[in-house]
């Protein structure tokens, strides 16, 4: 079955640390995105890729890094820079062009002590 | 960026009744999609619409694009508990930029 995988479900780390969080897809989709969602609020763009080797920053990328060596593989880096990191992250992906609809991932939820 | 708002935040209700929720937006959409999250998961597309003024149904569902291009809503019919969940909107400009989403509508369906 195609899909988006996310792992790991549960992400624990300490404060100051960095932490990559991985998405794979194989849907074939040219797009893939990061939204990072926090209780009671609706999805923030972090970071998104069109295609392989580049990406635009979304709407919140202070803190965070990303790469796209290969279409289907697209991880997350939170560093330590990113001041409230703890969150739950959604991967997505999609075809480029036209009205495409993102397919998510199941997520990650990241906690920082 | 641009803003959606999607009314309302929650719903508590109870099974067998029908609930409406609807997105606004002061810029004209080109895409109106509407998922659904259950907890700890990610958000699963429910219905598209791509033409003004269309409506779709998705079983217990159904979703109209509003006449205006700046508007959209969500009907559930004969609400059952499975339905409880996140229902977020989300629409895309003309220009075919990135999706914008709506903070979303906190189901709660009480049996």
């Known amino acids: 079955d195609g899909g988006i995988t996310q792992s790991p479900k549960y992400l624990f780390r300490k404060e100051g640390q960095n932490v990559t969080l991985s998405c794979e897809q194989n849907?074939?989709?040219?797009?893939m995105y990061w939204y990072r969602q926090d209780p009671g609020q609706g999805l923030r763009l972090i970071y998104y890729?069109?295609?392989?080797?580049?990406?635009q920053k979304g709407d919140i990328a202070e803190g965070y890094s990303v790469s796209r060596e290969k279409k289907e593989s697209f991880p997350l880096t939170v560093t330590s820079a990113q001041k409230n990191p703890t969150a739950f992250y959604l991967c997505?992906?999609?075809?480029?062009?036209?009205?495409?609809?993102?397919?998510f991932g199941n997520g990650t939820r990241l906690t920082v002590t | 960026g641009q803003q959606l708002n999607q009314s309302p935040q929650s719903m508590f209700i109870q099974e067998g009744e029908d609930v409406s929720m609807n997105c606004t937006s002061s810029?004209?959409?080109?895409?109106w999609l509407w998922y659904k999250q259950d907890p700890g998961e990610g958000p699963v597309l429910l219905i598209a619409?791509?033409?003004?003024?269309e409506l779709t149904s998705n079983g217990r569902l159904t979703a109209q694009f509003g006449i205006t291009r700046k508007d959209s809503f969500l009907n559930i019919s004969a609400s059952i508990p499975s339905d409880v969940g996140i229902y977020f909107c989300a629409g895309q400009l003309p220009s075919g930029s990135r999706l914008t989403f709506g903070e979303g509508t906190q189901l709660t369906v009480n049996p």
């Open positions: 810029s004209i959409f080109n895409t």
């Open positions: 619409l791509y033409k003004a003024g």
């Open positions: 890729s069109q295609i392989v080797n580049d990406f």
């Open positions: 997505a992906s999609s075809i480029v062009g036209g009205a495409s609809p993102l397919h």
């Open positions: 849907l074939n989709h040219d797009a």
